[in-house]
């Protein structure tokens, strides 16, 4: 399977809005393999959303498991997750980001620390995750992509979180 | 291309970026980088600029001659070499944060950089900050440094562990973890 090229900011796909999977036929299955291929090519290789090889349709694949920090928490493995929704969402964590089509940039992000996520599998068949941690920040940041939101819209501090202001009152 | 480093300190007050951005608009400036903060109350910017067809900082400098009459800032130009201009930091090793803190007292950032140094640990960023009561003041030191691969972290751990008695104050070093995605 041919590894896709990865869409690099400013690339006006990277802002789009992706529509749903309305057809899950063999055609379907192929693309999701190439976007696995693709991720698993990649350094970090545990998430990848379907607009960053173009492809605008709402699919994004997590896999946490083999990841060193990431595999030693709970996690589901491989996720294949089509026209995911967030049903429900809690507590908050922040987790320093970098990503593919954002080279060279890293910045601390606020996510939820678990997720209920309801999504279809590539059969079209429903699968309903909770996540936590570690591989619920995949999940957000990778469905970010299909809304056309990018890690740096969501930058919570530009330094460290650990300074107060200083009040002269 | 001539490419400058700009450097800006001043009472803090509303309108010093735009002040000083529009003076670099207006004369073609690019900024390529720029980081600013603000300590007890002073402003500080540092910009690298790039500016097309002019070599030499003199121009540049006069130009900001309104903002420092009018904003009452200090303002210092200086060329910046091509060959020296890089797009992020360069880091050799793997980025690491050391966390210092403890009871105000002189020598604590002389003493922890030292070592650094000593060992050519690149510093890439540091805040350190009095905060506390007036009472009882505590200093806290946040270094981000470049640690080279191969490093003896157990000599600097156990440099740490001596630092820790002699300053009376907590040490902690971790590698940064960014999430790859």
Redesign the interface.
Same mark, same amino acid.
Request: a positive charge.
């Given at each position: 399977m041919a590894i896709l090229p990865i869409l690099k900011f400013p690339d006006p796909v990277l802002k789009e809005t992706s529509r749903s999977v309305e057809r899950f036929s063999a055609e379907l299955s192929i693309r999701v393999d190439g976007l696995l291929d693709t991720m698993r090519a990649m350094? *970090?290789g545990? *998430?990848i959303a379907a607009p960053q090889v173009g492809w605008t349709e709402r699919v994004v694949i997590v896999d946490v498991s083999g990841h060193k !920090?990431g595999g030693r928490q709970d996690n589901h493995g491989l996720l294949e997750l089509v026209n995911p929704e967030i049903l429900a969402m809690g507590g908050s964590q922040i987790? $320093? /980001?970098?990503?593919?089509s954002v080279p060279?940039y &890293?910045a601390n992000v606020k996510r939820a620390q678990w997720v209920l996520v309801d999504a279809l599998d590539r059969n079209g068949k429903q699968v309903i995750i909770e996540s936590i941690g +570690?591989e619920a @920040? @995949?999940i957000q940041? /990778?469905m970010d992509h299909l809304d056309g939101i990018l +890690?740096l819209d969501r930058v919570t501090s530009l !330094? &460290?979180d650990? +300074? $107060?202001r !200083?009040s002269?009152a | 291309m001539g490419f400058f480093s700009v450097s800006v300190v001043g009472r803090d007050r509303p309108g010093i970026v735009a002040g000083i951005s529009r003076i670099l608009f207006e004369l073609g400036c690019n900024i390529e980088d720029s980081s600013s903060t603000i300590l007890s109350g002073q402003f500080a910017m540092l910009l690298v600029v790039g500016y097309p067809g002019v070599s030499s900082p003199e121009g540049l400098d006069k130009a900001f001659g309104p903002v420092r009459s009018e904003m009452g800032l200090m303002v210092s130009v200086n060329p910046v070499n091509d060959e020296d201009l890089s797009r992020e930091k360069g880091f050799l090793g793997a980025p690491h944060i050391i966390s210092v803190y403890g009871a105000d007292r002189p020598g604590i950032v002389s003493r922890v950089t030292r070592e650094l140094a000593d060992r050519s640990v690149n510093i890439t960023d540091l805040n350190t900050q009095v905060v506390g009561s007036k009472e009882r003041p505590v200093y806290v030191m946040v270094i981000e440094a470049d640690i080279p691969d191969g490093f003896d972290m157990k000599g600097l751990e156990a440099e740490f562990e001596s630092l820790r008695k002699e300053l009376h104050v907590s040490i902690s070093i971790r590698p940064i973890e960014t999430l790859e995605l």
């Open positions: 350094p *970090g545990i *998430g !920090k987790i $320093r /980001e970098g990503c593919m060279d &890293t +570690f @920040v @995949v940041h /990778e +890690f !330094k &460290t650990l +300074f $107060r !200083k002269y | -």
